[in-house]
């Protein structure tokens, strides 16, 4: 299966703690986004990545949030000192850009966390 | 602010009949729309697009209808099966100088009942 990839599933973490999540998107994209989505709501934009290049932030992204794609392939987001309000569906999508194409961007199945 | 709205929390259709959800947007900027379709403890699937330069575009069961004037957007699903039943998700993107992130409407859960 050469689709985009999120480790892990679910988290349950207790408030105050650092948790990472992990990415990996189809192989050829260059693009790779992180959204948030709780319930009710569709999900909502966090930031993304242009290969290596972290090209935009959501207000959303407080501090306490970090997202790193090293190598233009996998990326990782990190919440620091984790609030009850952070408990969300965190979902990773990818795209191919170049020209006019590649608007569609993919998902994975994203880690829920849970944060007591 | 809610720039894309979908306001049909939910929608119920017999098998076989048509399924038409609603989106609507306020930001004329935005030139480019998605329709998502997500189960649950799954991500959204993409299903289908459509550019601000056209009014509509179609794939086997599913088409897609843009009313710019109204800032309005459509999916139909013709005809509508069990297996349709999800919760579908309206996005749009501003391609030309950004970085195309979509923003979501908020979802309307389809059943179909056979």
Same mark, same amino acid.
């Given at each position: 299966d050469t689709g985009v990839s999120q480790d892990p599933r679910h988290k349950i973490t207790k408030r105050g703690q650092n948790v990472t999540f992990r990415c990996d998107p189809?192989?050829?994209?260059?693009r790779l986004y992180w959204y948030r989505q709780t319930l009710g709501q569709g999900p909502e934009f966090l930031t993304y990545f242009q290969n290596e290049a972290q090209l935009e932030k959501s207000r959303l992204l407080s501090d306490r949030f970090s997202a790193e794609r090293p190598k233009g392939s996998f990326s990782t987001l990190e919440i620091q000192?984790?609030?009850?309000?952070?408990?969300a569906m965190y979902l990773c999508a990818s795209s191919l850009r170049s020209g006019t194409g590649g608007r569609e961007q993919y998902f994975g199945p994203g880690t829920r966390l849970t944060v007591t | 602010d809610q720039q894309v709205k979908q306001n049909s929390p939910s929608l119920s259709v017999q098998e076989g009949r048509i399924s038409i959800l609603n989106c609507d947007y306020t930001? %004329?900027?935005?030139d480019y729309f998605l329709w998502y379709k997500k189960y649950p403890a799954e991500g959204p699937t993409f299903l289908i697009s459509i550019s601000s330069i056209k009014d509509k575009n179609e794939d086997g069961r599913f088409t897609v209808f843009l009313n710019k004037s109204a800032k309005h957007l459509s999916l139909h699903i013709v005809? %509508?099966?069990?297996?349709?039943s999800a919760v579908y998700f309206c996005a749009a993107s501003v391609m030309r100088n950004q970085g195309g992130k979509l923003i979501f409407g908020q979802g309307t859960e389809l059943s179909v009942k056979p």
């Open positions: 189809i192989s050829e994209h260059n000192r984790t609030e009850q309000g952070d408990s | 930001n %004329s900027m935005f005809p %509508s099966q069990p297996g349709d």
